[in-house]
């Protein structure tokens, strides 16, 4: 069973940045298309940017521009670098995965953008 473990949030002023990062246990994960999906407080969990491999990447709208996805194959993990946070990015960040019919979560962390 195939476990994620998200690190890298916290409180940021608007405009700051912050760095996650998803690393996990199985290295079949660098052969699967990862997501990156964030849910605040009354709302819907939304998708926030996927990579598929190295070189195919996918934004909402809301942050592209802002955020970038990649992954680091050696050590299994993926990042969502998110440069000029505004206020409505504060969520519950997530990353999450699938292998067939199993999609795995991780746990998430908290990302606060507030002055």
């Known amino acids: 069973q195939m476990q994620l473990a998200e690190s890298g949030g916290g409180l940021v002023q608007p405009g700051g940045s912050l760095r996650l990062s998803c690393v996990a246990s199985?290295?079949?994960?660098?052969?699967?298309?990862v997501s990156w999906y964030r849910q605040a407080p009354g709302k819907q969990r939304e998708t926030v940017a996927t990579?598929?491999?190295?070189?195919?990447?996918e934004y909402a709208d809301s942050v592209q521009g802002r955020f970038t996805i990649s992954r680091d194959t050696a050590k299994t993990t993926v990042y969502l670098q998110m440069n000029n946070l505004k206020r409505e990015d504060t969520a519950v960040y997530y990353c999450?995965?699938?292998?067939?019919?199993?999609?795995?979560w991780g746990p998430g962390t908290q990302v606060t953008v507030s002055s």
């Open positions: 990579v598929i491999n190295h070189d195919v990447t």
């Open positions: 999450s995965t699938s292998r067939g019919f199993q999609r795995y």
């Open positions: 199985d290295n079949i994960f660098n052969l699967l298309a």
